[in-house]
């Protein structure tokens, strides 16, 4: 007797139900890396966009375990669906020059009504006169100003020990398709002398007051089918450059539920 077919929307259901919100692995050659994207909460209204809050992770090592084998990664692309938008009319901005070179207490202080996110990063420092070392570091991130007519996203990464910091600039545009939010970064001339990032992870997140209404730095609604509840959607897509050449692609698909 043949099984009798489920309708295509009551199979996606149930798939929404069975997939785990785990990071993506992708490997090219030795290198391997992923990445991981979250947004809280997931229950959200079917058409009016809400606050929400975006976290992106990606780690990168050798498959031979040794941490001074890794390629030095120079870009970061993270592309969000087109359901994500990012609002900061009316919310203050800050310049790279006033954060670098500052500790994040300083940062805070001369930029505190403009921080929209914070993160770490983890890198290889590489200098010639000693062994390579490993650092880790705080991120704090920063509504910046428009350059070219994009939107920049400023974040300052600041370690204690060895004190040092840099800033990742990252540009906002957008595009058609899917993933219709993009964030971008190459990393500094000057860290590119001796940063080896093997980790970062970011999170945006900021509500504010704007012509007596409450606004988010970034809000989204869940578009789930007419009559369903739930949706499985292409969320997040991130493409790592690294210096040799090597790129990766990875893309995670979340789950949002229709606020009741």
Not at 208 to 234: D, H, K, M, V
Request: hydrophobic letters at 40%; glycine letters at 8%.
């Amino acid at each position: 007797m043949r099984r009798p077919r489920l309708p295509l929307a009551v199979a996606a259901l149930l798939l929404c139900a069975a997939i785990p919100a785990r990071a993506e692995v992708g490997q090219e050659g030795s290198l391997i890396g992923t990445f991981d994207a979250q947004l809280r909460p997931s229950s959200l209204p079917r058409e009016e966009p809400a606050a929400v809050a975006i976290r992106v992770a990606g780690d990168f090592r050798d498959a031979s375990g040794d941490p001074d084998q890794l390629p030095q990664l120079r870009q970061i692309k993270v592309a969000i669906n087109r359901q994500g938008r990012l609002f900061d009319r009316g919310l203050p901005v800050c310049r790279v020059e006033k954060i670098q070179p500052a500790r994040q207490e300083v940062a805070r202080r001369i930029c505190g009504d403009a921080i929209v996110g914070s993160g770490h990063v983890e890198l290889r420092v590489h200098i010639p006169t000693q062994p390579a070392f490993t650092v880790k570091a705080n991120l704090l991130v920063f509504n910046g100003p428009r350059r070219n007519g994009h939107k920049l996203i400023l974040a300052q990464a600041y370690a204690r020990n060895p004190p040092g910091a840099f800033v990742l600039t990252f540009r906002v545009s957008r595009q058609p398709g899917t993933f219709g939010t993009v964030m971008s970064t190459t990393l500094p001339r000057a860290a590119q002398e001796w940063a080896f990032l093997t980790h970062f992870d970011m999170n945006l997140h900021r509500t504010y007051t704007y012509r007596g209404r409450l606004r988010s730095y970034i809000s989204a609604a869940c578009s789930a089918p007419e009559g369903f509840r739930s949706a499985l959607f292409p969320f997040a897509r991130a493409t790592y450059g690294f210096v040799d050449g090597q790129r990766l692609s990875l893309a995670v698909a979340r789950v949002c539920h229709v606020a009741q």
